[in-house]
């Protein structure tokens, strides 16, 4: 099956923040591990998966891979390619329906939590492939209070270094992962954009200081 390139985001429903503490955080990545496999969601057990005391040791089916992610207060971003067919969709909906259960029980609340279907934007070109892993993880600097890291913002950030250095602050995303500081590595996949930009880091910096290029790429994102 060829590869395609997803970046898949979805909202809170009217706006609202989905992510209200570390715990919400926290249980979001689980479930990107935890139902990222063709067998039944269990989302409160990891199944065994060495064989330490495991005779007949538990085997995977991932349904995706996950290049990229970010969490950012009443959203999500996720890059990702199917690794069966209908993979993407199944994966969607556990995680989905998975948090959406999670938070509900949590907060006392009932209804929908997410904005509606999931949007699935097919990465076609080579700017869009270039810019998506940028783009994803510097969603986090809204919530960090970094402004004008945007291309359409066009006056750009004016100390990429201090902007990162900021961003290594943030685990809900997959940053530190692609600079070499391990943070939730098991859910993650690197090596496609690990190969394209032969060397992550150096290359977010130099992006935050050409933000005024790649506008095309910018709108066929958002």
């Known amino acids: 099956m060829p590869m395609q390139l997803f970046h898949v985001l979805n909202r809170g429903v009217e706006g609202r923040p989905l992510f209200l503490d570390d715990s919400d955080h926290v249980r979001f990545v689980h479930d990107l591990y935890a139902f990222n496999d063709e067998a039944i969601a269990l989302p409160h ?45 199944l994966f969607l909906k556990k995680i989905n329906g998975g948090f959406a259960n999670y938070f509900n029980a949590r907060y006392e609340r ?5 904005q509606g279907k999931t949007k699935r934007v097919l990465v076609e070109s080579e700017a869009q492939f270039l810019y998506l892993l940028h783009y994803v993880h510097f969603n986090a600097f809204d919530v960090l209070g970094v402004r004008d890291w945007r291309i359409r913002d066009r006056g750009g950030i004016k100390d990429a270094a201090r902007a990162l250095h900021e961003l290594e602050t943030y685990r809900w995303s997959s940053y530190l ?19 394209a930009y032969g060397g992550y880091a150096a290359s977010a910096e130099e ?3 050409e933000s005024e290029e790649n506008a095309f790429a910018a709108s066929c994102l958002e």
């Not at 007949?56 to 971003?77: A, D, F, M, Q, S």
């Not at 009932?110 to 997410?114: E, R, V």
């Not at 692609?178 to 996949?189: D, E, M, R």
Request: proline share 4%.
């Open 45 to 89: 057990v990891r199944r065994k998966e060495s064989n330490v005391g495991c005779p007949t040791p538990y085997i995977r089916k991932r349904l995706v891979e996950v290049h990229g992610w970010c969490l950012v207060k009443n959203h999500y971003h996720l890059i990702l390619s199917e690794l069966i067919e209908g993979g993407m969709s």
């Open 110 to 114: 009932a209804g929908a939590l997410f």
């Open 177 to 195: 992962d692609y600079i070499g500081k391990k943070n939730f590595p098991s859910i993650l996949t690197t090596n496609l954009f690990d190969t």
């Open 207 to 209: 992006f935050l200081k």
